[in-house]
C-alpha cells in the first residue's frame, strides 16, 4: 500500500521529527510504501488551507491517487476546525483514498475507523445545522427591528447614469461602478438589460 505522511508543527521551536519517525516506523511495520512526507513546520493548524503549503500539496496529490493512504500523528496535526477536518476527509474518500490517525488509532481501513469517519460527519453536520439556525435567528431579529436586509437599490437615475456610461464605450465596468460608487455586479446587470433590450 502506498502512503503519504503528513506532520506539522505550530512554531518554529517545535520539530516534527518526533512525529516523522514514529509515522515511518508505523509505516514500516505495516509494510507500507511511503510515497513522500509531506512537512508543515511553524503553521498553526488554525490557518487554512491556504497557509499550509504541504497540507496544500498532499490534498492535491490525493486527487491525483498519487497514494492510498494519508498516514497522521493526531488529528489536530491535520487542522483545528472540525469544518475543515471533514471536508478533508469527505475530499480523500472521494478520492479512494484512506486515513490513518496515530494517536486516535483511526484508520478508514477499517469497520470501526469508517464509523469515527461518519461520526465525525454527523458532528459537522449538526454545526452546520446550529450555524444556519443561529443566521435565520439574526435574520428574524433583524426584520422585527425593521432593518432592511440586503444591498441598498440602486436608484432609477443612477441606472441611467450607468447605461449611459456603458454607451460611450470608453470606460470598463470596474471603472464605471467605481465612479458611480455601485457594485460591478450592478454595471454588469445593467449591461445584461441593455443587451436583450437591444435584440
Known amino acids: 500500500m502506498r502512503v503519504a505522511i503528513y506532520v506539522r508543527v505550530s512554531t518554529g521551536e517545535q520539530t516534527t521529527e518526533n512525529q516523522r519517525r514514529e509515522l515511518l516506523e508505523v509505516a514500516r511495520m505495516a509494510r507500507w510504501e511511503v510515497v513522500e512526507v509531506y512537512e508543515d513546520a511553524g503553521i498553526s493548524g488554525s490557518k487554512g488551507r491556504d497557509w499550509m503549503p504541504a497540507f496544500d500539496a498532499l490534498c492535491r496529490d490525493a486527487a491525483r491517487r498519487r497514494f492510498d ?57 449538526f454545526e452546520r445545522g446550529m450555524i444556519r439556525e443561529r443566521v435565520a435567528a439574526g435574520i428574524a431579529r433583524a426584520k422585527t427591528e425593521g432593518k432592511t436586509l440586503g444591498r441598498p437599490k440602486v436608484t432609477p437615475d443612477k441606472e441611467q447614469a450607468i ?10 465596468i470596474q471603472r464605471i461602478a467605481r465612479e458611480l460608487g455601485v457594485g460591478v455586479s450592478v454595471v454588469q446587470r445593467i449591461k445584461r438589460q441593455e443587451r436583450k433590450t437591444a435584440v
Do not use: C
Open 163 to 172: 447605461g449611459a456610461a456603458l454607451a460611450t464605450g470608453d470606460k470598463g
Open 69 to 125: 493512504l494519508v498516514a497522521a500523528w493526531s488529528v489536530d496535526r491535520l487542522g483545528r476546525s472540525l469544518q475543515h477536518l471533514v471536508a478533508f476527509l469527505g475530499d480523500i474518500h472521494a478520492a479512494g483514498v484512506d486515513l490513518y490517525l496515530h494517536r486516535q488509532g483511526i484508520n478508514t481501513l477499517t469497520p470501526s475507523g469508517r464509523a469515527m469517519f461518519q461520526m465525525l460527519g454527523v458532528f459537522a453536520e
